[in-house]
């Protein structure tokens, strides 16, 4: 079955500090959606992205989907203590619409 | 709007005893979703329902069974909990085969 692996699994830094989480499916996706966790609460939906090479931003945060659509990131610009959370991609593949998400990558910023 | 509401938020049961979560979402979207999420295992999908009176299983749905109640409400039930089905449990909401997931706050069940 599809396999959506995410790494890294956790990312501590500095305030101010640029992170980086990559998303890799077993399969072509059909798009991908990226969502945030933060601690305690529930995933809320970030970005969807579609088409192949597809590069979207949101102030801070840069999301990119790859030219094969089996890879995805997401970059932070300058963390700042709101960033922290476990952020999650997820993706459908194989003619389903159900994505199947990656086990998520947990930011920790320290101040 | 309240989006997708979840009930209850906390909730401990004995090994075997019953329990329906209850979910309502009021976006008019088709697709309901039923996960849990397990420590470093991410969200695995237990159930879901494309539209009203359809209910298809998904990754992990032993021990569990669902109700499309109508358009807005999709609960989950289980029958005689273990203490394997100590999770989080949230249910989410989508149109279908578009846009992303709208998730409800979650209820945190332990079974002891």
């Known amino acids: 079955g599809q396999q959506v692996m995410q790494i890294p699994q956790y990312q501590h830094v500095q305030e101010g500090e640029d992170f980086t989480t990559y998303c890799n499916s077993s399969?072509?996706?059909?798009?991908i959606q990226w969502y945030k966790q933060r601690p305690g609460g529930h995933p809320v939906f970030l970005i969807q992205?579609?088409?192949?090479?597809e590069v979207k931003k949101q102030k801070r945060l840069t999301f990119q989907f790859g030219e094969a659509k089996k890879n995805s990131s997401l970059h932070i610009t300058a963390t700042q203590t709101t960033d922290v959370g476990t952020y999650f991609c997820?993706?459908?593949?194989?003619?389903?619409?159900?994505?199947?998400f990656g086990r998520g990558t947990s930011l920790i910023v320290h101040p | 709007n309240a989006g997708v509401t979840q009930t209850p938020k906390f909730q401990v049961l004995k090994t075997g005893q019953s329990m329906t979560l209850q979910c309502a979402q009021d976006m008019n979207h088709n697709s309901m979703y039923w996960y849990r999420q397990d420590p470093g295992m991410g969200l695995r999908l237990i159930y879901y329902s494309a539209s009203e009176g359809t209910t298809d299983k998904g990754e992990v749905p032993n021990g569990y069974n669902v109700s499309r109640l109508n358009k807005r409400e999709f609960s989950l039930r289980l029958e005689s909990a273990a203490p394997s089905q100590t999770s989080v449990y949230f249910c989410?909401?989508?149109?279908?085969?578009?846009?992303?997931?709208?998730f409800g706050s979650g209820t945190r069940l332990t079974v002891v």
């Open positions: 992205l579609v088409k192949s090479g």
């Open positions: 997820a993706g459908p593949s194989g003619g389903s619409y159900i994505p199947t």
């Open positions: 989410a909401s989508s149109e279908t085969g578009s846009g992303g997931y709208t």
């Open positions: 399969t072509t996706l059909s798009n």
